[in-house]
């Protein structure tokens, strides 16, 4: 299919079929919880209506559901030629459209993630262990 053709068929998608859904949300980045600072920033963020938190690739986001204000009510980009460069580079490997990735982990509430957190706290507690009990073993030879 010639270039012109594909960027076509790429439009008629996004715009009928898929109806934008890359343009109605914004994720970023954020540091993994580790510290109870940590736990109580993510509980904070999921106390929050459209807010998820997932993990994935060995990162952790903050995904917002919002819709862009640059979004027309017909599912087109209102400033197609000068949207900004994370607009630009999102390309067929990144589309999400017909299923979006399953993450590694999703957490979208906090009792999603406490159960996590729980987990996450007992395999600390089990890594600390093995941790002092080889280094006994050390000390002992
Ligand atoms: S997710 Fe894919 S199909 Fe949907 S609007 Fe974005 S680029 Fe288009
Ligand atoms: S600026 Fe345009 S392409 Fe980018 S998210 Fe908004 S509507 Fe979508």
Redesign the pocket.
């Known amino acids: 299919m010639a270039e012109a053709d594909r960027d076509r068929e790429?439009?008629r998608?996004?715009?009928h079929?898929?109806?934008?859904?890359?343009?109605r949300y914004v994720v970023v980045q954020i540091r993994a919880p580790r510290l109870k600072a940590d736990y109580d920033e993510i509980s904070w963020f999921l106390a929050h209506e459209r807010v998820s938190i997932y993990y994935h690739h060995r990162r952790w986001h903050l995904e917002l559901r919002t819709r862009c204000r640059n979004l027309t009510p017909n599912?087109l980009c209102a400033i197609y030629h000068t949207r900004p460069i994370v607009c630009r580079g999102?390309?067929?490997d990144?589309?999400?459209?017909?299923a979006r990735p399953r993450h590694d982990l999703q957490f979208d509430t906090k009792a999603e993630f406490d159960a996590w957190w729980k987990g996450k706290l007992a395999r600390d507690r089990r890594k600390r262990r093995a941790r002092t009990k080889a280094a006994k073993n050390r000390s002992r030879r």
């Open positions: 790429q439009r998608t996004c715009q079929l898929c109806k934008a859904r890359c343009c599912n999102y390309d067929a990144s589309c999400e459209y017909p």
